[in-house]
């Protein structure tokens, strides 16, 4: 079964680090494009960032400089490391698989609050 | 920066009627990479539209695609109970629309 699963998230203070993991079973997250997808408090749907399958990465302009999108092959899983958090990143973070120009398998989400 | 606007903000209808929902954009987008989202309330979007009007492992054909350029629709045919929820579009894997909220009218 192809799936998804999100972990790390919880509240942390502003300025502070978190690391989300997603977890794929099922295909080959090396071979796909993967993206980190987010979504605030009652608010719609903001693309966050993307790996390639070769390795380039892209990043929304809200999170540029502050998060780093990778991925580690052996363990089949997709990484979102965030520093200097801010309250405005509180949102639950989804990881997403692409296919097709378009995002086919989603996790359950991650939930990051940021807050003192 | 595309910006792709949706509307109506929230449609009100009742199971059976036929829902129309629009994606605009700012500047015109290719085909292949725009998509269609559906998500409920407490759970991950699901795919429903790629490439603008190709439909999804296990969505119904009630739910179709079309549009080009700048402008985009999906349309459901006949609304079933499940259906009423939060629609997005999305292009290029990037921006997405700031959604569609189907009600129960």
């Known amino acids: 079964e192809v799936q998804l699963v999100e972990s790390g998230g919880g509240l942390v203070q502003p300025g502070g680090s978190l690391r989300l993991s997603c977890a794929a079973s099922?295909?080959?997250?090396?071979?796909?494009?993967m993206s980190w997808v987010r979504q605030a408090p009652g608010k719609g749907l903001e693309w966050v960032s993307v790996?390639?399958?070769?390795?380039?990465?892209y990043y929304a302009d809200s999170v540029k400089g502050r998060f780093t999108i990778s991925r580690h092959n052996s363990k089949n899983t997709l990484y979102l490391q965030m520093n200097s958090l801010r309250a405005e990143d509180t949102a639950v973070y989804y990881c997403?698989?692409?296919?097709?120009?378009?995002?086919?398998?989603w996790g359950q989400g991650t939930t990051v609050t940021v807050s003192s | 920066e595309i910006v792709l606007t949706q509307s109506p903000g929230t449609l009100s209808l009742s199971p059976g009627e036929r829902a129309t929902l629009s994606c605009r954009a700012s500047?015109?987008?290719?085909?292949?990479?725009l998509a269609w989202y559906q998500q409920k309330p407490g759970q991950a979007p699901r795919l429903l539209i790629y490439?603008?009007?190709s439909r999804a492992t296990g969505i119904p054909d009630r739910f179709s695609g079309s549009g080009s350029g700048t402008d985009f629709t999906l349309t459901i045919s006949r609304l079933e109970p499940e259906d009423f929820a939060v629609y997005y579009c999305?292009?290029?894997?990037?921006?997405f629309g700031q959604g569609t909220r189907l009600e129960i009218k």
């Open positions: 997403a698989r692409d296919r097709s120009a378009a995002l086919d398998v």
């Open positions: 099922g295909f080959t997250v090396s071979s796909n494009y």
């Open positions: 790996i390639y399958s070769g390795g380039s990465t």
């Open positions: 500047q015109s987008v290719s085909s292949s990479y």
């Open positions: 490439g603008a009007s």
């Open positions: 999305q292009q290029s894997l990037r921006t």
